[in-house]
């Protein structure tokens, strides 16, 4: 059984980039009810054992197994946009992968313009994500539940949910807004 992993701040620490209104729907009903399906889709199946990286990797194999991938892909995406959300201001890359962005992208600016780019790019459902492979940080968008893990597109790093859920109740279908406000006021690398 998997449980809800608690915020590190109260719902209304992010206003007024994300209000709590949009959390109280994102975090306790949005992520809730992918955890809740999960663990009732798991339950009784070789996939109860495993932890959430594996039951990714195994599920996505499986075709019969799609509603286990999307629902486990949505637990650990959400639960790695949660850790990527800061309440104090963004907190900036260490110094050794800043002067990775900034070998591969040649400023932090052009890393953020980039990374805008992607996300907004980003056709329908997804996520955006910056990772690290070979040494190098890239940025790459995912639709629906897919992530860097299950695509094996590398390490990631941080991430940004760009479902409509995620940014329709504060800046609606300014997806380009709710990702700058991330990338400048929230971000946690
Ligand atoms: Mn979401």
């Known amino acids: 059984m998997f449980e809800m992993k608690q915020l590190p701040f109260a719902l209304n620490a ?13 975090y ?3 992520y809730k009810a992918y955890l809740d399906k999960l663990n009732e889709l798991i339950s009784g199946t ?5 932890n959430l990286e594996e039951i990714i990797a195994a599920s996505f194999k499986h075709n019969e197994d799609k509603a286990i991938y999307n629902n486990a892909g949505q637990v650990f995406n959400h639960e790695f946009f949660w850790r990527s959300l800061s309440a104090g201001g ?3 890359p260490s110094k050794e ?5 900034e ?13 805008k780019s992607k996300a907004l790019r980003q056709f329908g459902s997804g996520w955006c994500w910056a990772v690290e492979k070979d040494g190098k940080i890239d940025i790459v968008a995912t639709s629906n539940a897919d992530n ?3 695509l094996g597109l590398g390490k990631p790093l941080i991430c940004v949910d760009v479902w409509e859920h995620a940014y329709y109740l504060d800046y609606q279908n300014r997806r380009l807004d709710f990702v700058s406000a991330w990338l400048d006021n929230m971000v946690k690398w």
């Open 14 to 26: 992010l206003e007024p980039y994300m209000s709590q209104r949009t959390l109280e729907f994102h």
């Open 28 to 30: 306790g009903k949005h």
């Open 46 to 50: 070789p996939y109860a054992q495993m």
């Open 90 to 92: 963004a907190v900036m």
């Open 97 to 101: 992968i800043m002067s990775k962005i």
């Open 103 to 115: 070998q591969d992208f040649g400023s932090y600016e052009a890393f953020k313009q980039e990374f």
């Open 148 to 150: 860097p893990i299950s």
